[in-house]
Each structure stands twice: as structure tokens, then as C-alpha cells.
């Protein structure tokens, strides 16, 4: 009985076996909603798929959903072809996907808004980034499928609006799934040859599948990063492709696109005589105002009347000759005048004359001097003889002739008051002829005050 | 004239331009203006010439080395 039992792995592998086998689980369609998406860094998708009913896990290996033109997402309602295995690990049975696209919206229609959407939001259809088309282009790239309807309506279309220009097409596929790294390596390699001053890039109409590498992100990327003008050409009026929205201008139809890149011959030479015409008639005008201005200045007064111009400056000439003269005879007037005044005052000055007077002031000075000496000397004399009158006058022993006499204490001094005695007191009296010496018997003081 | 040979018509069309345009503001010298009227009639007459004068341009295709031929564009029965 103990051989009976297995392993876990050989049971595994047992039921992977069957599964392989049966050619049913090989490829399996199957409709249903995803839920729990989830995107691995490594570019697996792990999803569930389910209905209102069941559940099953599912993947979609990075190898098979790199073709994807959608990004799955929950709730989203798809058409997966895949097979069904064994994940032998945690014993599980999962469908593995091959192919994935949206049920009921188109798969196409759905991936063409997302990028939309995304390059929206990336900028890269920002009218700032469009750049101006050369109005007279020297050479125009031409990066469509050599042959077909597109290329020969794009470069007839040159060749007859603007023979002038170079035109060179740049072979690329434009459908089925290589077209898209095509069309980036043409417009990639025009932008590194230095040779094209505009590319027109685009392909005749055909279905949205067919359009399709123009919705490509990569095409996309290369017109937006490219420094050339890029004209945009897919389809007809009604075909819009990523490609257009991201172009610096878009042209409705390959023809359209042929007479953006190029300027019409015809127009060009109705401009050339347009420009000829301006030419002539600006210098004319100019022609005609010089010789305005010419005529002007001959009919002036003094191409009139020249002779009247000189004589006019002739009597000019001689009224300031005179006026010369006149002028030139006052200022020797003038000066000579002041001559005759300068030299009167310097005789007036002259040092002989100086000297004279000095010595008339001297002798008057002298007399008056001498004067003066004798006043004084006679007024001292006068005066000598008035002091000597009053100094005998004022002499004590005249005054003690007429009866005064003074006394004197014993020290000498005059005795002024009787408050200076005492009773027996020794003084002298001085009188006219002699002295007396006397002794103080008593005194009285005068009570008269 | 041998150096205006070398011109391109986008070139020679632009310089026709400014002469006009300069001659048109008026404040140029008649000298001057005599010059710039022949040299603009030259390059009128250039561009005519270029416009009237032209030869079909031989379209080419680049092949897969990057060097250009010519190409010859069919015309659809």
C-alpha cells in the first residue's frame, strides 16, 4: 500500500502533463473583465480574469505583451487567447496570454487615445514646439513608401508648383509592424545629413490599421525631437493619426503637403515683377523729388538775380570799410587826448617842481617855528615873573611880618591844635626875626564847632 | 554679376526684398538709390530668370548606403 502514495511534485506533474496535452487548454479563447492588474518591473503581467461567476489567474509574459497596443487596465473588458498550465510551485492552474485586446472599443481606437492623451500631456503638441516651414525651401526630404499614389502626387506636386527646389525621397515602410522603426530611422538619419531645410512625412489613406505606425509613439517621438520642420501627410482629410497632432504643420492630403513645403512659381514671379514694379517706381519718386528740389533751388532768388547778390554784397563791403575807417580815426583821437592829459599830469609832477614847493613849505615852516619859539619864551618869561610874585606872597616870613609866628614841639613839628599841649609842655615859637622858647601854662579849646 | 550667380533664389528673392524695402523709405541718396535700383534689378532679373529658365530638378532617392540616385517618379497609367 506505502508504494501508493506520491509526491506533491509527481502529482504536479501529472496533472501539467494531462493539461499539455489536452489540445483544448492549448489555445483557448476566452472573454472576461480584468481585475487585480498588476504590472511587474520586470514587464510581467499578473491579472485575474473573471466573469460574475468565476476566476482565474492569469499572465501575459513581457514577450508577449510588448506587442500590445492598450494598456490593460481593472474593469476593462478584453478578448485573450492564451493556454491554460500548471504553475507547478503553489500548484495552480493559470492562463497564460498570448494575445490581449479591449472587447466592444476598438483596440486600435483605445491605444490611439491613450498616447494621445499621454503626448498631450508630454507637450509634444504645444504650438510653442512647432517650428516654422522655410517659405522657399532648397531641399525637401521626402520620407514615405517609394512607390504608390503618395510619393508621385508629392513630388509631382513640387516639381510643377517650384521646379527650384531639391526634392529627395527617403524610402521607409509604411505599414505592417517594421514601419514605425522605419519611418524614426529616416526621419532620425535626414536630421543628422544637414541637407534638408523640410521633410514631408506621411503616406496615402488606408485603413486605421494600416495608418497605424503614424499613432506610433516612437514616430511620434522622432517629429517632435526633430530639428527639421516636419510636414505631416497620412491619409486623406478625414484620417487623423498621432503623427499629424505632433507635426509642425499638418497637410490634409500627400498633394497638400507638396504645396505647403513649396511656394507656387507663378506667384513667385508675380512677386519678382511685383518687386520690380516697387523698384522703378521708388526710384522714381526718388527722381522726381531731386529733381523737385533741383528745380527749387534754381528758380531761387540768387540764381535770378546774381548781379543784384553781388552789388548788395558790394555796398555791404563799403559801409563797413567806412565804418572801419570812422572807427579806426576816434580811437586815434581818443588816445592821443589822453596822451596830452597823461603827460600835463606828469608834468605837473616832475620832481623840480616838488622841490620848490617843499622848500617854500620849509621856509614858512621855519619862520613859524621861529614864531612860535619866541611866544613861548615870552609867555615863560611873563609867567616866571607872576609865580615869583605869588611865591613872595606866599613866603612864611612875609606872612610873619604882618604878626604870625609859629610853634613848634620839642620834636620839631608844628603844633596845629591845642589838643597836641599839655599844661608845662616845652615848645618854641618861630617869629619874623628869632625864635622864643616858652612853656604851656594852660589851654582852651575854641567851643565854637 | 558672377557673384550673384552664386546666390540662391531664396537668397537672391530676400536681398531684392530689402533693397525694395530700403529704396521704399525714401531716405536713401540718389547715388546710393541708383546703386541699389541696378543691383535690384539684377536680382529681379536673377529670379526670373531662375523662375522662367528652369529645368526639371532631378528627383532622388536615397539608397540603403545613404548616397543619393536618381529617381524616377511613375506616373500612374
Redesign the interface.
Same mark, same amino acid.
Request: avoid cysteine.
Given at each position: 500500500m506505502s508504494e501508493q502514495y506520491l509526491t506533491v511534485t509527481a502529482l504536479t506533474k501529472y496533472l501539467k502533463r494531462k493539461m499539455e496535452l489536452d489540445p483544448h487548454l492549448r489555445n483557448v479563447w476566452l472573454r472576461g473583465e480584468i481585475s487585480n492588474f498588476k504590472l511587474h518591473t520586470r514587464g510581467h503581467m499578473y491579472l485575474t480574469i473573471k466573469d460574475d461567476q468565476a476566476r482565474m489567474q492569469a499572465v501575459m509574459f513581457a514577450g508577449s505583451n510588448k506587442n500590445l497596443t492598450f494598456m490593460p487596465e481593472n474593469g476593462m473588458n478584453v478578448l485573450v487567447r492564451g493556454e491554460v498550465n500548471v504553475f507547478e510551485s503553489y500548484g495552480q492552474y493559470q492562463l497564460y496570454i498570448k494575445e490581449m485586446e479591449p472587447d466592444g472599443i476598438g483596440a486600435l481606437y483605445l491605444a490611439f487615445e491613450q498616447l494621445k492623451e499621454k503626448l498631450e500631456n508630454k507637450g509634444f503638441f504645444d504650438p510653442v514646439h512647432k517650428k516654422p516651414i522655410?517659405?522657399?525651401p532648397?531641399h525637401i526630404g521626402v520620407i514615405t513608401s517609394?512607390?504608390g499614389?503618395a510619393?508621385?502626387d508629392i513630388?509631382?506636386t513640387i516639381?510643377r508648383r517650384f521646379?527650384?527646389?531639391?526634392?529627395?525621397?527617403?524610402?521607409v515602410l509604411v505599414q505592417g509592424p517594421n514601419a514605425a522603426a522605419s519611418i524614426t530611422g529616416a526621419i532620425e538619419?535626414a536630421n543628422q545629413?544637414d541637407l534638408f531645410d523640410v521633410l514631408i512625412v506621411g503616406r496615402g489613406g488606408g485603413s486605421i490599421e494600416e495608418l497605424w505606425s503614424f499613432n506610433e509613439e516612437i514616430v511620434a517621438t522622432a517629429i517632435f525631437n526633430s530639428k527639421i520642420p516636419i510636414i505631416s501627410a497620412v491619409g486623406h482629410e478625414t484620417d487623423t493619426t498621432i503623427s499629424d497632432f505632433v507635426a509642425d504643420l499638418r497637410a490634409p492630403t500627400p498633394t497638400g503637403a507638396a504645396e505647403m513645403a513649396v511656394p507656387s !512659381?507663378l506667384e513667385?514671379?508675380d !512677386?519678382?515683377?511685383e518687386?520690380?514694379r !516697387?523698384?522703378?517706381r521708388?526710384?522714381s519718386?526718388?527722381?522726381s523729388?531731386?529733381e523737385k528740389t533741383l528745380k527749387r533751388l534754381m528758380s531761387s532768388y540768387a540764381f535770378r538775380y546774381p548781379q543784384q547778390l553781388v552789388s548788395q554784397k558790394e555796398q555791404q563791403l563799403d559801409t563797413a570799410s567806412e565804418r572801419l575807417q570812422r572807427t579806426f580815426d576816434n580811437q586815434l583821437t581818443r588816445l592821443g587826448t589822453n596822451l596830452r592829459q597823461l603827460d600835463l599830469r606828469l608834468m605837473q609832477q616832475h620832481p623840480e617842481r616838488q622841490v620848490e614847493t617843499a622848500s617854500t613849505d620849509v621856509k614858512l615852516l621855519e619862520k613859524n617855528l621861529q614864531r612860535a619859539m619866541g611866544w613861548i619864551v615870552d609867555k615863560e618869561k611873563v609867567d616866571l615873573s607872576t609865580m615869583i610874585s605869588k611865591l613872595s606872597l606866599l613866603n612864611p616870613l612875609e606872612i610873619m611880618k604882618r604878626g604870625f609866628s609859629v610853634p613848634y614841639s620839642n620834636d620839631g613839628a608844628i603844633i596845629k591844635s591845642v589838643q597836641q599841649l599839655d599844661k608845662g609842655d616845652q615848645l618854641s615859637i618861630r617869629l619874623a626875626d628869632g625864635v622864643a622858647n616858652c612853656q604851656v601854662i594852660d589851654t582852651k579849646e575854641n567851643r565854637n564847632e | 554679376m558672377s557673384e550673384q550667380a552664386e546666390l540662391s533664389f531664396e537668397q537672391a528673392m530676400k536681398q531684392l526684398e530689402d533693397i525694395v524695402e530700403k529704396l521704399e523709405a525714401g531716405d536713401v541718396p540718389l547715388e546710393k538709390a541708383i546703386d541699389y535700383y541696378q543691383e535690384g534689378m539684377q536680382l529681379s532679373k536673377l529670379c526670373n530668370d531662375k523662375l522662367v529658365n528652369v529645368q526639371d530638378k532631378m528627383v532622388k532617392i536615397m539608397n540603403e548606403q545613404g548616397t543619393l540616385e536618381p529617381f524616377d517618379v511613375q506616373e500612374e497609367e
Open positions: 522655410p517659405p522657399i532648397k517609394p512607390t499614389a510619393v508621385r513630388l509631382t516639381t521646379p527650384l527646389a531639391d526634392a529627395t525621397v527617403l524610402p538619419q545629413m !512659381r513667385l514671379l !512677386r519678382t515683377s518687386l520690380e !516697387r523698384l522703378q521708388a526710384l519718386g526718388l527722381y523729388e531731386h | -
